[in-house]
Each structure stands twice: as C-alpha cells, then as structure tokens.
C-alpha cells in the first residue's frame, strides 16, 4: 500500500469516525485496504456486499429502477447511519456509507461507468458522483479509483485530514454535493420516517419500527401526567414506552422546525422523543409494525370519527382494518375534558363492531389523565 493511501487510512482509523458500509457493485478494494492498517476494528462496525438485487432493495427499503443512482446511495447510506447506531448506541463520529457502481465487465456495457456514493451522519449527507470516461481503463483499475473515492470521500469528513489526490483523467468528472439541512426537515421532507432524539441530543434517523410502544402527543408541553402515563404503561406492557411527537396532526396545523425542536428539548436529560410526520394513525402503519400505541380518550374520539376519513372510501372501518393487519393495537386512558368537567373514557368512544379487540382500558384506578395542556398554556401566559 502506497504511504499516501496507508497514511489516509491511518488518520480515519485514528478518529472517532465509526461507520456501517453497504455496497454494490464496485469498491471492494476499499474495504480490504481499511482492514489492512492496523485500527480497523474502531472504524468498521459493519460492511455489506448487496450484490443480487434483492439484497439491495432489502437493505435499500425500496425496488430501485436503477440501481446504480445517487438516491440508491444515498437510501443505503441512511439505512447504514441506523444500523451503525443500533450496533454502537448513538454517539459521535457515526456514519453510514452507502455507494452503488458500475465499472466495466467482460460484456460491453451499454450505460456510464460511474459510482454514485453517499456518507450520511447527524448532520446531514455528503454524496459523491463519480463519472469516468469509458473504456480507459480495465476493470481492476476502475475498481481501484472507486474505492479510491472512497477512502477519500471518508477523509473528507475529518476536519484536518488532507485526503486523497484521485487520478482522474481528461474524461473523468467528479462531483460533490453537502446537503447540512437538520435531519428534522427531512423527516418532515419524508426522507426517513421518523427522527430519534436521545436524552443528550444526539438524532438518529430510520425507518420501519416493530415492537415498539408509543405515547403519542404533542407534548405542549410534556407534563407530570404524561410521565405517570408513560409509568403505568410500561408497567402493563413490560416495556418502556417513547413518546412520539407527531409534527403533523389531523385536526391541527403542523408544527414547525424550530417549535419543533423547542419541545423537543423538554426531553432532554429524561427520555427519547421520536419525531415523525404522518398525521393519522392508519398512515403511522406504513412504517410500525406490531406495536402499542397510548393515547387518550379523548384522542381515540377523533381516531373513530368518520370526519377524519371524508377522502378514505372504507372510512373508519378500513382504516381500524388496516392498523389490525399492521399488528398495532391501542392502549387507551381516561381523559378529562376541561370544557365540561366529566371524564371521557373508551367505553364512551364509539368503537364499530368487530374491531372491541384493538383497545384495551386502562382503569381509572390506575391512572387518570386531569392535567390540561391546553390550561397549562393558559397559565403561563397569564402568569
């Protein structure tokens, strides 16, 4: 190995840079290089060869129509991020890489030589358009020059590594491109489903949930009731339930980023917060799978009114349908309804017949929901 290569290697493997890697089709050499310096074991959690397709649409979430395409990158890269953040916990440094390739073969090939590669991290995503002039070079030297660009696409994210001098020739092209908006508006752009902020603020962004219980709400703001409620669900359940902050709800306007981020921050310290943009609970099973969700009375009213499905053919019973078929179930507390003084609770809510099964009560012994968000407000500002 060359000193320049060995030496950019070495200062990757000297970061805090940690990363999962998924890959198709060109690259490899990088791979083997990162583990050939000694440190490789603190930079690679974990790396994947997605060469038949199925393996990586898997990885990818989706059937692409090309598979060598900046979106397929840059849908690997953030699949990665996610993966490296189950592997280490969230933390600094991590790093999901994604790159698809295609290189010359021993058939002619009718498209661009080209790789498409994306580093996705809490702050954004870089990507990386790699063009190279057909037919100058054989395989194994196309093969070289992508994980070239790789290694020095990961370079590129360390504040004082130099990176590396890639040999591109006359009818190569390079592109590059940083994309640093916050992870919260592209959840809301919908380029992942939800958004997980930890108790010290460190987000992590994914898709599809299973297994999960979620306290929905929109925690304006979070108060002693909410945390009693999360207590005794988890008690029920024998699971910690995370509050889920819905930034788009069906019968209110949608909160903006930095309101957003303000409540956000009221877990800080206490809990994980999961961000997501789907405004109904028949939409949230897109992506949850077999999951719990605890919510209000007054909240399971507005999610039988037939109201909220004027657009949807089936209506209430379709979407009741469709969150039984998901596995989601609801777990539902009494909740006092500042306006009239009485207490709403499931059996007041009119559940259509055949779907009884979805809810389950939890006794007003338990638990009872009488802090008002709304009166909380109230207080504040006249305070």
Same mark, same amino acid.
């Given at each position: 190995?060359?000193?320049?290569?060995?030496?950019?290697?070495?200062?990757?493997?000297?970061?805090?840079?940690?990363?999962?890697?998924?890959?198709?089709?060109?690259?490899?050499?990088?791979?083997?290089?990162?583990?050939?310096?000694?440190?490789?074991?603190?930079?690679?959690?974990?790396?994947?060869?997605?060469?038949?397709?199925?393996?990586?649409?898997?990885?990818?979430?989706?059937?692409?129509?090309?598979?060598?395409?900046?979106?397929?990158?840059?849908?690997?890269?953030?699949?990665?991020?996610?993966?490296?953040?189950?592997?280490?916990?969230?933390?600094?440094?991590?790093?999901?890489?994604?790159?698809?390739?295609?290189?010359?073969?021993?058939?002619?090939?009718?498209?661009?030589?080209?790789?498409?590669?994306?580093?996705?991290?809490?702050?954004?995503?870089?990507?990386?358009?790699?063009?190279?002039?057909?037919?100058?070079?054989?395989?194994?030297?196309?093969?070289?020059?992508?994980?070239?660009?790789?290694?020095?696409?990961?370079?590129?994210?360390?504040?004082? @590594?130099?990176?590396?001098?890639?040999?591109? /020739?006359?009818?190569?092209? +390079?592109? !590059?491109? %940083? #994309? $640093?908006?916050?992870?919260?508006?592209?959840?809301?752009?919908?380029?992942?489903?939800?958004?997980?902020?930890?108790?010290?603020?460190?987000?992590?962004?994914?898709?599809?949930?299973?297994?999960?219980?979620?306290?929905?709400?929109?925690?304006?703001?979070?108060?002693?009731?909410?945390?009693?409620?999360?207590?005794?669900?988890?008690?029920?359940?024998?699971?910690?339930?995370?509050?889920?902050?819905?930034?788009?709800?069906?019968?209110?306007?949608?909160?903006?980023?930095?309101?957003?981020?303000?409540?956000?921050?009221?877990?800080?310290?206490?809990?994980?917060?999961?961000?997501?943009?789907?405004?109904?609970?028949?939409?949230?099973?897109?992506?949850?799978?077999?999951?719990?969700?605890?919510?209000?009375?007054?909240?399971?009213?507005?999610?039988?009114?037939? @109201?909220?499905?004027?657009?949807?053919?089936? /209506?209430?019973?379709?979407? +009741?349908? !469709?969150? %039984? #078929? $998901?596995?989601?179930?609801?777990?539902?507390?009494?909740?006092?309804?500042?306006?009239?003084?009485?207490?709403?609770?499931?059996?007041?809510?009119?559940?259509?017949?055949?779907?009884?099964?979805?809810?389950?009560?939890?006794?007003?012994?338990?638990?009872?929901?009488?802090?008002?968000?709304?009166?909380?407000?109230?207080?504040?500002?006249?305070?």
């Amino acid at each position: 190995m060359e000193s320049a290569l060995a030496r950019v290697i070495d200062a990757i493997h000297a970061s805090d840079l940690r990363a999962v890697i998924e890959f198709a089709g060109a690259g490899a050499p990088a791979l083997a290089w990162l583990h050939g310096r000694a440190g490789s074991s603190r930079t690679v959690l974990e790396a994947s060869d997605r060469y038949a397709p199925a393996s990586l649409a898997e990885a990818a979430g989706f059937v692409p129509r090309q598979h060598v395409h900046p979106d397929v990158a840059r849908a690997l890269a953030s699949a990665a991020l996610v993966r490296a953040c189950a592997l280490a916990g969230p933390g600094e440094g991590l790093t999901g890489v994604g790159w698809t390739a295609a290189v010359a073969t021993g058939r002619r090939r009718r498209g661009d030589h080209r790789c498409h590669l994306a580093l996705c991290d809490a702050s954004g995503v870089s990507s990386f358009a790699l063009h190279l002039e057909k037919g100058a070079r054989t395989r194994e030297q196309e093969e070289r020059l992508v994980g070239l660009l790789v290694i020095s696409a990961l370079a590129s994210a360390l504040p004082e @590594c130099e990176g590396l001098r890639l040999p591109l /020739g006359p009818g190569d092209r +390079l592109e !590059r491109r %940083r #994309e $640093s908006s916050p992870l919260l508006a592209r959840v809301v752009g919908g380029d992942f489903d939800w958004l997980l902020r930890s108790p010290v603020g460190i987000e992590t962004p994914g898709r599809r949930l299973s297994g999960a219980v979620l306290l929905s709400g929109s925690f304006n703001p979070l108060h002693d009731a909410h945390r009693r409620l999360a207590e005794v669900a988890a008690d029920r359940l024998g699971r910690d339930p995370m509050f889920e902050l819905g930034l788009i709800n069906a019968d209110k306007s949608p909160i903006a980023e930095e309101e957003a981020a303000r409540r956000a921050v009221q877990f800080a310290g206490y809990a994980p917060v999961l961000l997501t943009a789907e405004p109904r609970f028949v939409d949230k099973t897109r992506w949850v799978r077999d999951s719990v969700f605890v919510l209000g009375a007054d909240t399971l009213a507005r999610l039988v009114d037939p @109201c909220f499905y004027a657009g949807d053919r089936d /209506g209430v019973p379709g979407a +009741l349908a !469709r969150i %039984r #078929e $998901s596995g989601c179930r609801f777990l539902v507390a009494a909740r006092l309804e500042p306006s009239s003084g009485r207490v709403r609770t499931l059996a007041d809510c009119a559940v259509p017949r055949g779907f009884e099964r979805l809810f389950e009560a939890i006794p007003e012994s338990d638990f009872r929901m009488d802090l008002s968000s709304t009166e909380l407000r109230a207080k504040r500002s006249s305070a």
